[in-house]
């Protein structure tokens, strides 16, 4: 299968200070990447949708200034946690869909990001 | 409305204890539904792609299949490395950008 490679895998910062974290699709061109959010026990929960060159769609309930979107060419996205706080503390995950602009395609997934704000 | 549900929530086997996952589906115009596996700590994995009602996808130990409404993912024999959370998702209607995630089965696999 494809390979998504997400840089850091593990962060730990201090409380109003930012962190970008990484995207790359390294074996294929990604029109489209997701950005999700994991709580412990749970599912994914996508946060938002980024297209290669234009404005990410933010999910409702997703803050669209502290977690900024980033889609500058078709093999790197990336989401920055603006201002963190202690409550953004979790572990993001992102995703890349295939197919380029195929109808169907699958999502490969990044190996994830823990988040720690101290 | 459109949702993905996974039977069941957890499941324990000895090992070599054959079984199935579920995940149902009730969407418009499905697209592909995916399987996926999860380590702790870790993104998901992808495994199968399915298509179409009675298309089959075997690797090693699992078999994925598929109906309208459902799909299952049979483990044969398992070992302790199957131990893992296992994602269901469904690509579905207009939008070939929306994926719904079923909310997984967590299998753990005893020797």
């Known amino acids: 299968g494809a390979v998504v490679s997400q840089h850091p895998s593990r962060v730990i910062c201090k409380s109003g200070t930012s962190v970008k974290i990484e995207c790359r699709s390294l074996?294929?061109?990604?029109?489209?990447m997701f950005w999700y959010r994991q709580f412990p026990k749970q599912s994914l929960m996508l946060m938002a949708t980024?297209?290669?060159?234009?404005?990410?769609?933010?999910e409702q309930g997703v803050e669209k200034d502290k977690f900024l979107i980033n889609h500058a060419s078709l093999t790197l996205s990336t989401l920055t946690v603006t201002s963190a706080h202690p409550e953004d503390s979790s572990f993001y995950i992102c995703?890349?869909?295939?197919?380029?602009?195929?109808?169907?395609?699958?999502?490969?997934f990044g190996e994830g990001s823990r988040l720690t704000v101290l | 409305e459109d949702q993905v549900t996974q039977s069941p929530e957890a499941l324990r086997l000895q090992e070599g204890e054959s079984s199935s996952l579920n995940c149902s589906y009730t969407?418009?115009?499905?697209?592909?539904l995916f399987w996926y596996r999860q380590d702790p700590g870790k993104g998901p994995e992808f495994l199968f792609t399915?298509?179409?009602a009675g298309e089959e996808k075997e690797k090693e130990r699992l078999k994925a299949t598929l109906t309208k409404k459902e799909s299952f993912l049979h483990i044969t024999a398992p070992k302790p490395e199957d131990s893992a959370t296992y994602l269901c998702?469904?690509?579905?209607?207009?939008?070939?950008?929306?994926?719904?995630f079923g909310s997984g089965t967590k299998l753990n696999v005893k020797p």
């Open positions: 074996d294929f061109q990604a029109t489209t």
């Open positions: 998702a469904v690509q579905a209607g207009t939008n070939f950008n929306k994926f719904y």
């Open positions: 969407v418009s115009g499905l697209r592909g």
């Open positions: 399915l298509y179409s």
């Open positions: 995703s890349a869909r295939s197919g380029g602009g195929a109808l169907t395609g699958e999502l490969f």
């Open positions: 980024s297209n290669e060159g234009s404005k990410a769609t933010y």
